[in-house]
Every structure is written in structure tokens, then in C-alpha cells.
């Protein structure tokens, strides 16, 4: 009796550990921090940016982003007070239309993202921008926090994005 009630102890507890196992294999493939997701959140970024809500674009952003058009050196955008102080004007009076080039899912959880971006400048006469200003590439990095894909690093400058995507792997 004693060994067949160790052998059940056993078979259970295998069972149990191999779910476990199995529910979190299928969590990370469907969870947040798929490709997918990173894609949506991608979406919901130029959209935020399009409906010319500075809050909800500021939210996809880590609290230590780092977020600028030009070379940087001095660090001046870094953080969300300064790209809000930065960046608030265009959010509110321009938009924006990102096209994905190529993601790279990094072995450090984090994403990085090629991207085409243009600045659509108003107004609109006849369905036509004004202007159009495209920086390509463009080149920002994501990760995870609390679950959801937020935007850490990001620069159209394009001698920036390709020294960046050669560290990444993206050339």
C-alpha cells in the first residue's frame, strides 16, 4: 500500500509540474510579450499621438525613456518630463504615421523596431498634408512593464537608427 500511494504522490505531483510548466509556455505565447502585442502597441502610440492626447502617448513610455530626433549627446530628452516638454507642441498640432520595417525580438526580453516615420504637418487641403517630413530609419527599443509593451529609446536620427540597428542585429 505504502509504495503504491508514493507512486500516486508522484505521478500527481509530475502532473501538477508539468501544467505548471505548460500554462506558462502557453501564457508566453499568447501573453504581452508577444510580437504581436508589441505590434498593437505600436498602433496605439501613433494613435494616441494622432488623437493629439499627450497623456495617453506619455503612457506608452518607460519613465526613463529616451526619445529624440536628433543626436542627443547631453541627454537633454531623456525622461518623460523633458519629452513632454520637448515633444508636446507636435503631439498636439501635428500627426504622425509610423510603417514597421523589421522587429527583433532581443534575447534580453526587450524588442527593437525599425521604423519608416512620417511627420504629417497640417493643414489639410484636398486629403494632402502640407508637408510630409519622413526620417528612415527610425529606430526605437521596447519592454515589458507591468505587462505591457513600452517604448524605452527611440531616434529618427538616421545615422543614429543605423548605428543602433547594427548593435542590434537589424543591418
Not at 505548460?22 to 498593437?40: H, P, V, W, Y
Not at 519608416?116 to 515589458?144: A, M, N
Request: charged share 30%.
Amino acid at each position: 500500500m505504502n509504495q503504491r500511494r508514493t507512486f500516486m504522490i508522484g505521478v500527481t505531483a509530475t502532473a501538477i509540474l508539468f501544467n505548471r510548466g505548460a500554462g506558462a509556455q502557453a501564457k508566453k505565447a499568447s501573453g504581452a510579450g508577444t510580437e504581436g502585442d508589441l505590434r498593437n502597441a505600436i498602433v496605439q502610440f501613433e494613435k494616441a499621438w494622432n488623437q493629439h492626447d499627450v497623456d495617453a502617448w506619455l503612457a506608452l513610455m518607460t519613465e526613463d525613456v529616451w526619445f529624440t530626433q536628433t543626436l542627443d549627446y547631453y541627454e537633454r530628452m531623456k525622461g518623460k518630463k523633458a519629452v513632454k516638454t520637448t515633444f508636446e507642441y507636435d503631439v498636439k498640432n501635428t500627426d504622425l504615421k509610423w510603417d514597421v520595417q523589421r522587429v527583433r525580438m532581443m534575447p534580453d526580453g526587450t524588442a527593437s523596431v525599425v521604423l519608416r516615420q512620417v511627420g504629417l504637418i497640417p493643414p489639410k487641403t484636398d486629403g494632402k498634408y502640407k508637408r510630409e517630413d519622413v526620417s528612415e530609419p527610425s529606430f526605437s527599443r521596447w519592454r515589458l512593464e507591468g505587462g505591457k509593451w513600452k517604448l524605452f529609446f527611440f531616434t529618427s536620427n538616421k545615422g543614429w537608427a543605423l548605428d543602433e540597428m547594427k548593435k542590434d542585429g537589424l543591418n
